[in-house]
C-alpha cells in the first residue's frame, strides 16, 4: 500500500488519521482475551493479517476478509464490523519497534509486504472460542480456590 500524500504526512507528524476500511472487515476483541486470542493463532501456525491494538477501546482489531461482519458468530466480548473506520498509524509504530503508541493505538502486526491481508475468520473464530473456554476454566479454579480458603 501506498499511502496517499496527505496520510504519509499524517504519520510523519506522528498522528493516527482516521481510514475507512475497505475491502475488508474488522472484527474486535475485548483486550482481556486479546493475548490468548493471539497465542491460540501462533500455537497453531495461523497466519496473521493486520492487527491493531486499540487502548481506547480496550480492544485488539484483527483486519479479515469482507463478508466476516455480517457471518461473525455471537462470542461474548467480540464484534464484526463491516466498512469500519479505524484510527491507524504509521505501519512503523509496532510493538517491537519501540516507538510509543499513536492516539492510543499500536500495531501487533503491521500491514505491508510479508503481512497477509487478512487474518482467516474461521481459525479467528477458533481463536476466540478456545480463549473463552480457557478463561472460563481459569475463573472456575479461582473461584473454587476462595470457595475453599473461606470454608477453612
Known amino acids: ?8 504526512t499524517a504519520w ?7 481510514i475507512k476500511v475497505v475491502g475488508v472487515d474488522v472484527v474486535r476483541v475485548t483486550s482481556a ?3 490468548t486470542v493471539l497465542a491460540v493463532l501462533r500455537e497453531r501456525g495461523v497466519p496473521r493479517g ?8 480496550r480492544a485488539v482489531e484483527f483486519v479479515v ?7 461473525w458468530p455471537a462470542l461474548h466480548l467480540t464484534v464484526g ?5 479505524m484510527r491507524c498509524p504509521a505501519p512503523s509504530v509496532t510493538s517491537s519497534s519501540g516507538l510509543a503508541p499513536v ?11 510479508g503481512t497477509p491481508d487478512a487474518t482467516d475468520a474461521d481459525h479467528l473464530a477458533e481463536a476466540v472460542t478456545v480463549a ?5 476454566r481459569t475463573r472456575a479454579r479461582v473461584e473454587r480456590c476462595h470457595a475453599e480458603e473461606a470454608g477453612r
Open 1 to 8: 500500500m501506498v499511502p496517499s500524500p496527505r496520510l504519509a
Open 12 to 18: 510523519t507528524v506522528r498522528r493516527a488519521p482516521f
Open 33 to 35: 482475551y486479546a493475548p
Open 50 to 57: 493486520p492487527v491493531l491494538t486499540n487502548v481506547p477501546r
Open 65 to 71: 476478509a469482507p463478508g466476516t461482519a455480517d457471518a
Open 81 to 85: 464490523v463491516a466498512g469500519a473506520v
Open 103 to 113: 492516539a492510543g493505538r499500536v500495531w501487533l502486526t503491521p500491514p505491508g509486504p
Open 132 to 136: 473463552l473456554v480457557r478463561h472460563t
